[in-house]
């Protein structure tokens, strides 16, 4: 097989495929983008959704650096993800986590039987439970509880999670998958 090329039709060829091949992984980086934002909702840790909700992508039809992004806009989406220093929890941070207590502490029972503590589900065939006499003792629970992560960040912080960090292998060869897709339909559509 050859292939005969003009000469003078060269440099526009050329041309031609170069700008082919750039918008193909123009292309395949905003998909990548998308499958990115797809990947990381999985991967953020949940209370109410918020933080997972936060994700975006965003393309940019432009010739400059940026082609496409993914970003997340919840405010506390750094601090999911690095963690936090010891610091001294504000009465309204100390009112949400005593709001996150009382969501994930569920009292079960009744006022004849009293009540047990069951975290965050039905209670299951040995699972700790803790009998309490009324739902006020599970109120003063949920402070005692709130009291004492409020210490526990005010001497070692929050941990991280890492999630968007650990993620990183997965999402570069998503975007790799991506961007050699949307060549390989350049490539089988060939030069005219």
Same mark, same amino acid.
């Given at each position: ?116 503590? +069951?975290? $965050? *589900?039905? %209670? ?5 439970? =803790? ?7 599970? @109120? ?23 999630? +968007?960090? $650990? *993620?990183? %292998? ?5 975007? =790799? ?7 390989? @339909? ?7």
């Amino acid at each position: 097989m050859s292939v005969q090329v003009d000469m003078a039709a060269a440099p526009g060829l050329l041309e031609k495929a170069s700008k082919r091949t750039a918008d193909a992984i123009r292309k395949g980086l905003r998909s990548a983008a998308r499958r990115s934002q797809t990947f990381l909702v999985q991967k953020t840790p949940r209370d109410r959704g918020q933080a997972a909700a936060g994700w975006r992508n965003s393309a940019h039809n432009g010739s400059g650096d940026v082609v496409a992004y993914c970003l997340n806009t919840c405010p506390y989406i750094g601090v999911l993800e690095e963690g936090a220093r010891p610091h001294a929890v504000s009465k309204e941070g100390q009112e949400a986590i005593y709001q996150w207590v009382l969501r994930v502490l569920r009292l079960v029972g009744t006022t004849k039987e009293g009540f047990a503590v +069951v975290h $965050n *589900s039905e %209670p299951h065939p040995g699972q700790r439970t =803790r009998k309490l006499n009324s739902v006020d003792k599970g @109120e003063q629970l949920a402070r005692s509880i709130t009291f004492l992560i409020c210490r526990k960040i005010r001497l070692k912080g929050q941990k991280p999670h890492y999630f +968007v960090k $650990n *993620s990183m %292998p997965e999402l570069a060869a998503g975007a =790799r998958e991506e961007v050699e897709r949307c060549l390989r @339909e350049v490539g089988s559509r060939g030069i005219s």
